[in-house]
């Protein structure tokens, strides 16, 4: 299948509230950006889409070609939006016209193993539903009304879902080019087109770079452990 790799990394990142786009911040001595590169590049795909800030067009191309070496030719770079909504369809207007399958995937994931992609290429071919990957609910979940609790809630229904989210191409731009509302993700928006959704298995490194505590854990992720 021809596959492509919408990578959004356009955001400000307000709640990490470094001095530059969290894209462009580092982990170690690489950025975000270039991490998450790293974990697309090893994916089988012929396009690549990164979906960067106003005025970082040239920084994220530097940034790819650093990834993805003498095949940085499948990387394109485009402007985002307000919204992260906003900046995957600039993503989608970029894609390539015989890509079949496309992956949606926050940057802030950086440290999203290969096996993940691979998973949900695989799932979207086999059953041509939306695909998103998911992990237990690992919390105790409570119904609140203000501060008071109102129930407990039963998590065994629940998941959390991860990106990258996978579509058949056609039916995730005829839902994003007929969406109306905000969605709170990719998978949202093409359930309100009427389309099926499943899971496969996500990975605790999935997890996404939102606070400066979870900054932190990647670094020590990514720092060798002295025996
Ligand atoms: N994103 C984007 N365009 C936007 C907003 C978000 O491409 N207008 C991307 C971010 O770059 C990130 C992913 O969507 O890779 C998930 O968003 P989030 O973690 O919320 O990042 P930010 O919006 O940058 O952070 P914050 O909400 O703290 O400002
Ligand atoms: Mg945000």
């Not at 237990?136 to 998941?159: E, I, N």
């Not at 496969?200 to 996404?208: P, R």
Request: charged share 25%; proline share 6%.
């Amino acid at each position: 299948p021809r596959v492509a790799v919408i990578v959004v990394a356009a955001g400000s990142g307000t709640r990490l509230g470094a001095s530059a786009p969290k894209a462009f911040v580092g982990i170690d001595e690489h950025s975000i950006l270039r991490h998450a590169l790293d974990g697309v590049a090893s994916a089988p795909s012929a396009q690549v889409v990164v979906v960067v800030p106003a005025g970082r067009e040239g920084d994220a191309r530097t940034e790819a070609e650093a990834a993805f070496g003498d095949r940085s030719d499948l990387v394109s770079v485009v402007t985002g939006g307000e919204t992260r909504q906003r900046s995957v369809a600039a993503g989608l207007a970029a894609l390539w016209a015989d890509v079949e399958c496309v992956l949606v995937h926050d940057a802030a994931r950086a440290l999203t193993p290969p096996a993940v992609f691979a998973r949900v290429i695989d799932e979207v071919m086999r059953s041509r539903a939306g695909v998103v990957p998911a992990r237990p609910v690992v919390d105790t979940l409570k119904r609140v009304d203000g501060a008071v609790v109102t129930a407990a809630v039963d998590r065994s229904p629940l998941v959390a879902a991860q990106t990258p989210q996978g579509f058949p191409r056609e039916l995730l731009a005829t839902a994003y080019a007929d969406a109306v509302d905000e969605h709170t993700d990719d998978a949202a928006l093409f359930a309100a087109a009427g389309h099926r959704v499943r899971t496969v298995a996500g990975d605790d490194l999935s997890f996404k770079i939102t606070t400066p505590a979870d900054l932190d854990r990647a670094r020590h992720l990514l720092t060798p452990s002295r025996a």
